[in-house]
């Protein structure tokens, strides 16, 4: 212990003499308006009990990791989202970042994709290949994991309303390549309800959709049970704006409410609980972010142990997956981006990910490049075999500071979460605005300190200079998104149009009663539906979802 207290200290060291001496600054402050002090020590933790609170890596509660040895017996999973123009130029872009050392995929779809029309509705023309690649047709899927074998690899797939049908596509070329579905690994995001918070890629209201994602967790514990058959998303709930403790208190009242509606579905939680993973941001205050991974994993752990009764120790494991703050980058210089995201990523792993994406400098602007791609991923690399920050498990685990923002943050977003609770729980809160309004209030006092100068972010409102946009931007060729639409017109003409109606009929048969969609859907598609085509049965069933306002 110090020979003095922390106001023995403060009343010595920073006397008023002292303090005229000292610059003034700003509030130092976190972005979930934790207010910082000069320095940390004991005092701050007064009342903290190092068993319940901390214990060792591995062990409930998991605050140091959910692993003994985490990266010293195995380093997370890399990946670099990717995705654009076609399958084709896709599948190019996974080959070379799988022989560059990317240890998983990462699959980014296009919009059409992601809200369920195929690349020759009408709807889609503007959009198809422009952010992610364009997936329409079984044989789209087949030609971008082409070469490809699914049993060698962990496949992530960013993809939430339209979840069902990707991952059904994916496990019909699976049993192509005369794969066994129970031998694939990997993820989908299958997160609606950050859909209606913070996003806004979803097609039906959310009670069904809810029913989706349970059908979902039911049929991969019994057919694909490697699977992780959800990523509750926390990442695009930040880079709308909120806080830290904001983004850890909606994504775990999310994940509470799809945990509750598999158990009312007649689903024992330990028979699910352990394939449900996480993703979230990784943003600029360094302690803070490693902070609120610590935070949330011990808050899942006492939810589900606490709040669900969960007894294997799997069910209690937060497992998540992280990407560097898209939001953070900036189209003026752009090489800062690089700095940004090295420090997140360095976050990331401190704080315990078991996956990480790290952004590319060029995203500002464009879709990355090759050669931007390769850098993050090399710095993913360099922090792994060369910085050090890998061969200790919870490095700054006692640490004053981070300590007390862990205590802190979890202190925040149980206030949120308890809120919410009161309000119905997280649909019920989604459907009054509870949670957009926090989001925007955040995000607007955000942008209010960068503009007055308060929060400086180099390059834009501080150490401005002319800086040449950056060379090699990945430009997408329209005449891509032409030869998709040609392809999907092809191969609807080319099946068995009889065999195919018969098919999407189960599909809404299955919609209509209370039998689980999946078998029906991967039917469906290996009868050669599309995307489009099972989307709108299921519209004409479950009806679509207009926009909630927050006001």
């Not at 002090?37 to 068993?51: A, K, Q, R, V, W």
């Not at 140091?64 to 190019?92: C, D, H, K, V």
């Not at 449900?276 to 006492?302: D, Q, V």
């Not at 503009?451 to 040449?468: A, D, I, L």
Request: aromatic fraction near 8%; glycine fraction near 8%.
């Amino acid at each position: 212990m110090p020979s003095q207290s922390k106001k023995e200290w403060k009343d010595t060291c920073l006397s008023p003499t002292l303090k005229k001496s000292v610059p003034r600054q700003p509030s130092f402050a976190t972005s979930s308006g934790i207010e910082l002090e000069t320095t940390y020590s004991p005092d701050d933790l007064s009342g903290f009990d190092y068993n319940k609170s901390l214990g060792y890596p591995g062990e409930y509660p998991f605050t140091r990791g959910i692993q003994p040895t985490m990266y010293r017996g195995r380093l997370w999973t890399m990946r670099q989202y990717a995705g654009f123009a076609s399958a084709e130029e896709s599948n190019r872009r996974y080959k070379y970042l799988l022989e560059q050392g990317q240890s998983g995929l990462s699959v980014a779809f296009d919009l059409p994709t992601q809200i369920g029309y195929d690349s020759d509705h009408p709807l889609a023309k503007g959009e198809v290949g422009k952010v992610g690649v364009p997936i329409s047709t079984l044989q789209d899927m087949e030609t971008l994991f082409k070469d490809i074998p699914l049993d060698k690899v962990s496949t992530s797939m960013t993809i939430n309303s339209t979840a069902a049908v990707l991952l059904a596509m994916y496990i019909a070329v699976a049993r192509k390549q005369g794969i066994d579905p129970s031998k694939l690994d990997g993820t989908i995001q299958n997160d609606i309800l950050k859909e209606y918070i913070a996003r806004g890629t979803h097609i039906y209201p959310p009670r069904p959709s809810l029913r989706l994602i349970t059908d979902i967790f039911q049929f991969c514990g019994k057919s694909v049970p490697k699977w992780n058959t959800i990523s509750i998303s926390g990442y695009h709930i930040r880079e709308a704006g909120s806080t830290a403790a904001q983004e850890v208190a909606f994504t775990l009242a999310n994940a509470i409410e799809y945990v509750q509606a598999a158990i009312k579905s007649g689903q024992d939680v330990d028979a699910f609980a352990g394939r449900l993973s996480f993703f979230f941001n990784s943003h600029n205050n360094f302690f803070e972010e490693i902070a609120k991974f610590r935070a949330a994993r011990r808050m899942w752990a006492r939810i589900m142990k606490e709040r669900f009764g969960a007894k294997d120790a799997r069910s209690m494991m937060l497992r998540f997956h992280t990407q560097t703050a898209g939001s953070t980058l900036t189209a003026q210089q752009p090489d800062n981006n690089v700095v940004r995201t090295t420090l997140q990523a360095l976050a990331a792993m401190i704080g315990g990910t078991q996956s990480l994406h790290t952004n590319s400098r060029d995203e500002a602007y464009a879709p990355p490049s090759e050669e931007a791609v390769t850098i993050a991923l090399r710095t993913q690399q360099v922090l792994a075999y060369e910085s050090g920050s890998a061969d200790v498990v919870d490095p700054l685990g006692g640490s004053y500071l981070v300590e007390y923002l862990t205590d802190k943050l979890e202190e925040q977003a149980l206030k949120y979460i308890q809120k919410i609770d009161e309000l119905g729980g997280s649909l019920a809160a989604i459907e009054q605005g509870f949670q957009q309004r926090e989001i925007q209030e955040s995000s607007y006092k955000a942008q209010q300190a960068l503009e007055s100068g308060e929060r400086t972010v180099v390059g834009v409102n501080k150490f401005v200079s002319p800086y040449p946009p950056i060379k090699g931007i990945l430009k997408i060729n329209p005449q891509e998104a032409e030869k998709q639409r040609a392809r999907v017109v092809a191969f609807k003409k080319g099946r068995d149009q009889a065999k195919t109606k018969a098919a999407l009929a189960k599909v809404e048969q299955a919609a209509r009663g209370a039998d689980n969609t999946m078998p029906v859907i991967l039917a469906a598609l290996e009868a050669h539906a599309t995307l489009g085509e099972i989307c709108d049965v299921l519209r004409g069933v479950f009806g679509t979802q207009k926009e909630f306002l927050a006001f």
